[in-house]
């Protein structure tokens, strides 16, 4: 009931930038909180950012100034900038909704995951 499309990954060198978006819709009465997180196989999947309605950010330790997330309320979508890569960030990033869909229903969504490989 509630989609989200996800784009902007891909291949960098060390130092470079990506930007990650990912807009969602649906049945969706209000989305709280959109946010990105990221797995490396084997690994578990962790939190990158996420932002509130109101805009509060949470980022990951390992983030460190780099990456900057926003998000449009009115068209459901979340962008993230991420700047000064490092090989280490390489993983599969995988969007995340939370929020009530029409009828008052919870919900939460994730995204089909975007590559994001960073060089040495």
């Known amino acids: 009931q509630v989609q989200l499309v996800e784009s902007g990954g891909g291949s960098v060198q060390a130092g470079g930038s990506l930007r990650l978006s990912c807009a969602a819709s649906g049945s969706i009465l209000s989305i709280d909180a959109m946010g990105w997180y990221r797995q490396v196989p084997g690994n578990q999947r962790e939190l990158v950012a996420a932002?509130?309605?109101?805009?509060?950010?949470n980022y990951g330790d390992f983030v460190e100034g780099r990456f900057t997330i926003s998000r449009d309320n009115a068209k459901n979508t979340v962008n993230l900038q991420m700047n000064s890569l490092k090989p280490e960030d390489t993983a599969v990033y995988y969007c995340?909704?939370?929020?009530?869909?029409?009828?008052?229903?919870?919900?939460?969504?994730w995204g089909q995951g975007t590559q994001v490989t960073v060089s040495s």
């Open positions: 932002s509130t309605r109101a805009g509060n950010a």
């Open positions: 995340n909704t939370r929020g009530l869909l029409r009828g008052f229903r919870q919900f939460e969504s």
